[in-house]
């Protein structure tokens, strides 16, 4: 769903770029898939091609096995998958996964589970995870929204994180962008009452959206009045704090379920 390939972002506060959360895609390739159903969504990633290092390549082939959950259309058991019972925090589109990493490392009590479609983040997450000696991340290589469909239980989630989602800047795309309503209902639906769910832009107008989006969620409601300080877990990275000094602004939004609906 989203990745600093090498020369990209490093997830965590690039601007939009060719590995971000929805990724770019050229107009003769919408981002629609139809499920068996005959219904459809906004995909959550494009298939094109992507540059892939001999490491990320090597760490997809040994570490896969290891840390990765295959997709299968059946309720996790997160306590099976984790080997225990801790909160779980999904990640849609951690690409090249520093942040992924820092989070996790900060947040030794916490469940990780990273969803990514490109090979070169996967396997970057992967070295990641490896070379730290992280035992609370796991990773899914699919379209997020049907991993919320078939393998998030209701109400399981303790938080979400989707952090600079494609931005799709031209105004005649925005409708491909990811975070629309009907994906906010149904990560809502995946949340347990008084689970947060974390989204970081650095597109104003992204964040226009993502504020109405969210605030017309009637199971979530805003953490604060408006847009929320970045908090303390989610690092300031290098290329944030580069656009930061040049003026650019950065927006976060945290919302919670409310614990008094069903």
Not at 34 to 49: C, D, E, Y
Not at 94 to 119: C, H, S
């Amino acid at each position: 769903m989203n990745a600093d390939n090498d020369s990209t972002r490093d997830n965590s506060a690039q601007q939009a770029s060719a590995e971000t959360v929805s990724g770019r895609q050229d107009a003769a390739n919408p981002p629609v898939s139809t499920t068996p159903s005959g219904t459809s969504h906004i995909r959550s990633f494009v298939h094109r091609r992507a540059h892939i290092t001999p490491s990320q390549r090597e760490a997809l082939d040994r570490l896969m096995p290891l840390w990765a959950v295959p997709y299968q259309a059946r309720q996790l058991d997160f306590q099976e998958v984790f080997g225990r019972d801790a909160p779980t925090i999904l990640e849609i589109g951690f690409g090249m996964g520093e942040t992924t990493q820092k989070i996790a490392l900060a947040r030794p009590e916490d469940n990780f589970l990273g969803v990514e479609v490109f090979n070169a983040g996967v396997g970057a997450m992967l070295k990641r995870i490896d070379e730290s000696g992280l035992t609370n991340v796991k990773v899914i290589q699919h379209d997020a929204v049907e991993v919320l469909q078939h393998m998030i239980p209701p109400a399981s989630l303790a938080g979400v994180h989707i952090y600079f989602p494609d931005p799709w800047p031209k105004k005649r795309h925005h409708k491909r962008r990811l975070i629309q309503p009907p994906l906010v209902k149904l990560l809502a639906s995946r949340m347990k009452p008084g689970a947060y769910i974390h989204l970081a832009t650095d597109w104003e107008n992204y964040a226009e959206q993502m504020l109405e989006v969210l605030s017309g969620e009637e199971t979530l409601e805003n953490t604060t009045d408006g847009y929320a300080p970045r908090p303390d877990y989610r690092p300031l990275t290098k290329f944030e704090a580069r656009g930061l000094r040049l003026g650019h602004g950065v927006w976060d939004l945290i919302f919670k379920r409310k614990a008094d609906v069903p």
